[in-house]
């Protein structure tokens, strides 16, 4: 029997320092007791999707956080030990570890190599250190680049660095230079992420006190990223994703194709079997209802391998869980796949779900074609780099969810074909 294949994220909510633009899940501070506690509860987390996975391939993996490295290596490889127990996983699957240089040594990512590891991810962001300091990022460029060779002598052929643009203190000569000094480094992948400062962060709080880069220096540092590294041979294939050919991140493409992953832990979210669902930022709350033994009992079994939670609920686990509507469908998947370069083929749109693309959208997409912000070759709707750097506001005027379910649903039922 062909199995479908599966993603799976697993969240790892602790950092040695929380960055000051981070809101992601995340506590410093932590110690060795309640680390083990979390790793033991995601153990028994995993026994219950297993359930609900058994006739799936997991074919991508990511371990991020936070910050999971900054686990002791003993735990790590207790994890991956038990995804290979639990889970169907080929021997060609994609398996992403975030690493920050702080936190890893040869040996370590030696280990993590050798348990079965191909992929890592390191967060440098930038290659200044004033840069680095105002962002409270507690590596230097030193580390970064021991931790990168290190990498590579233990074995990885597939690295991505994660790099931002936008931030204080930054200007697009130095970000130039961040460039030049990562792509010398020659990684298979390269993340170039805009500074977003959220509510709840230090950021937020001193935003009136940041220096931070004007917009048409933040445009300027975008647009040079996108063009210096094509010419290094790098295919812009998401808004903020680069990589050499055959180096795409396979698991982030599961989300941006709408194709199905289970998230384990605190804040993972899921899409599965037509639910998307996601735990609360509650840690301690997180190993209780585990160390409960709240899900045993085939809570996860259900009709064949439906997700019912209704005991993760009932604890308090549960953040959100809900059945996406046909109309829900089309709009995440016009959501997610603009944010590639390869963008929306008009024949696939039909083929999965049986509508007309261009009678739903070609006329509202087509002031963006003539104004240079898309492109659109007969078949296929994208994104020029300048629709790519505003695409937050084109999407929110392209989809209208409760026009689009009116037109949806009477082209479904034939009445507009």
Request: proline share 3%.
């Amino acid at each position: 029997m062909n199995k479908k294949s599966l993603g799976l994220y697993i969240h790892i909510p602790f950092c040695k320092a929380k960055c000051a633009y981070c809101d992601f899940c995340s506590v410093s501070g932590t110690g060795d007791e309640d680390m083990r506690r979390y790793v033991d509860a995601l153990l028994l987390q995993m026994e219950d999707y297993s359930k609900a996975a058994k006739n799936y391939s997991v074919d991508t993996i990511f371990i991020g956080g936070g910050t999971p490295t900054v686990l002791p290596a003993k735990y790590v490889c207790d994890l991956i030990d038990g995804i290979y127990r639990n889970f169907d996983v080929p021997k060609k699957a994609e398996f992403t570890m975030e690493a920050n240089p702080a936190t890893v040594s040869g040996a370590t990512l030696a280990k993590y190599r050798r348990a079965g590891v191909n992929r890592l991810s390191i967060g440098l962001q930038s290659a200044n250190q004033e840069e680095l300091s105002a962002l409270s990022r507690i590596h230097t460029r030193e580390d970064f680049e021991a931790s990168y060779l290190a990498a590579r002598n233990a074995g990885f052929h597939n690295i991505n660095v994660d790099i931002m643009y936008g931030i204080p203190l930054q200007t697009p000569d130095s970000f130039n230079r961040t460039l030049d000094y990562v792509t010398k480094l020659e990684p298979e992948h390269i993340s170039m992420y805009g500074l977003k400062i959220e509510d709840g962060t230090p950021f937020a709080a001193a935003r009136d006190t940041l220096i931070l880069p004007d917009e048409d220096s933040e445009a300027d540092m975008y647009f040079d990223g996108i063009r210096y590294l094509e010419a290094k041979g790098f295919r812009h294939y998401e808004i903020s994703n680069f990589a050499l050919p055959g180096y795409e991140c396979r698991h982030n493409l599961k989300y941006w194709n709408c194709d199905e992953y289970l998230g384990l832990g605190c804040a993972a979210h899921s899409y599965f079997r037509n639910l998307r669902f996601s735990f609360k930022r509650d840690i301690p709350l997180f190993i209780d209802a585990m160390e409960a033994d709240v899900s045993h009992g085939g809570t996860l079994t259900g009709d064949g391998v439906a997700v019912t939670y209704d005991q993760y609920r009932n604890a308090g686990l549960v953040d959100e869980l809900y059945t996406i509507t046909p109309e829900e469908r089309v709009g995440e998947y016009i959501m997610l796949r603009l944010r590639l370069a390869d963008g929306i083929s008009s024949e696939q749109f039909r083929q999965r779900f049986g509508l007309n693309f261009d009678a739903l959208y070609g006329r509202r997409l087509g002031i963006y074609i003539d104004n240079g912000f898309m492109t659109f070759d007969g078949d296929r709707y994208a994104f020029t780099p300048k629709g790519m750097y505003v695409s937050s506001y084109i999407l929110s005027n392209i989809l209208d969810f409760d026009e689009d379910s009116h037109i949806i649903n009477s082209i479904a039922d034939g009445s507009d074909k």
